[in-house]
């Protein structure tokens, strides 16, 4: 007995070799934003180094911790005049 087929009685063919290339197509996706987003917190970390480092410089100069190197050097050589 043969069936036509129609809407309500259609065989699906799963290709085999479709899914494994649909497989290793995600995999390699997945291996690029694994990439990506090592590089992406490896920029961050440096951001982060940075922000720290400019809140240090605004904390030296809002406490007055620079000290003036001419103002030192000069003081010094009138300590030993």
Sequence with gaps: MLIKPNKSNVKLIINLQEVYEIRD?????????AKQLEELHQK???????INLTHTIIDIIETEKVVDLREYVENKRNESS
């Design 44 to 50: 961050m970390g440096f951001i982060k180094q940075e």
């Design 25 to 33: 197509r995600k995999e390699r996706e997945l291996a690029y934003y």
